[in-house]
């Protein structure tokens, strides 16, 4: 809700705001639609459209987490181009219609295989579905995210006035934590391949990390982003001249009062 709200509050146009405000919306029906569906089981029929809902939210993040990547990507190489309404339009269509690609067919021709056991879930080689398309977008996004860091650490270096090796790290830090949420490097945790009880400590880091999302990203990216500081100062300004002038209206107005007050006690 914070992030919707400084989102449209302050009129947020860039890329980066639009993909990540959706990247929001997505990541909370994901996690709502993952605690009203996932005890649909046993009946069939809500299992199965437990399963879709699911897989398409959950990978529709990933998707949007993508498009992060490919945006920080192009800003840090090529530069940002073309018409900002097709950008938007293959954004939608990326984040929200892709991910349909792979569940349909499944729904059409393997429906049996969206119900694993008594858990509402893909069974057997159907997993890969989703679990292809996701370790081939977190394995991307760190790279990008290894340059964006690169890519900082270079610009501090060539600032013409001289800064610390602790003001690189710094900003270096501050990136890393602003970024890591939007790249999805926390959901590394839910991938680690490891069995019985010693995947319990990367689950813990897996629910901390991961599940509240939205939360470290309002926090770590939406509060520190220039754009957004610069904008409230605005806003702030703004609204305080605006106090004070109004302040200096009704001080006249009272004075004026006072002087028709006097003159007509004379």
């Known amino acids: 809700m914070l992030i919707h709200f400084t989102w449209v509050y302050l009129g947020l146009g ?3 705001f639009f993909i990540s405000g959706n990247l929001a919306t997505i990541v909370t029906t994901a996690q709502a639609g993952l605690m009203g569906l996932e005890n649909t089981y046993p009946d069939k029929g809500f299992c199965i459209a ?22 920080k990507l192009a800003d840090c190489t090529i530069g940002i181009h073309g018409s900002k309404h097709f950008r938007r339009i293959m954004y939608v269509i990326v984040g929200y ?4 690609a792979g569940i349909i067919p499944i729904l059409l021709y393997y429906p049996d295989n969206l119900i694993n056991g008594k858990i509402c879930w893909l069974t057997e080689w159907t997993q890969w579905i989703f679990m292809g398309p996701v370790y081939c977008i977190l394995g991307f996004n760190q ?12 610009k501090d270096c060539e600032k013409e006035e001289r800064k610390s090796l602790k003001h690189k790290l710094t900003n270096l830090v501050v990136t890393f934590f602003g970024e890591m949420h ?23 880091a897996f629910i901390l990390l991961a599940g509240p999302q939205n ?7 939406y509060c520190t982003h220039k754009d957004v500081l610069a904008l409230l100062a605005s806003h702030y300004e703004d609204t305080v001249e605006a106090t004070l002038e109004e302040i200096k209206k009704k001080k006249a107005q009272r004075g004026g009062r006072s002087s028709d007050t006097e003159e007509g006690s004379d």
Not at 97 to 100: A, E, K, M, N, V
Not at 184 to 202: C, E, K, M, N
Not at 215 to 221: H, I, V
């Open 14 to 16: 860039s890329d980066n």
């Open 50 to 71: 437990a399963t879709v809902a699911i897989v398409f939210l959950f990978t529709s993040a990933y998707s949007w987490m993508f498009l992060f990547a490919c945006w």
């Open 97 to 100: 219609g892709i991910p349909w």
């Open 143 to 154: 790279l990008v995210l290894l340059l964006s860091l690169w890519n900082r650490w270079k």
């Open 182 to 204: 939007l790249f999805g490097t926390t959901w590394l945790f839910g991938l680690i391949p490891l069995t019985g009880y010693s995947t319990l400590p990367f689950g813990w």
């Open 215 to 221: 939360f470290y990203m309002f926090f770590l990216y």
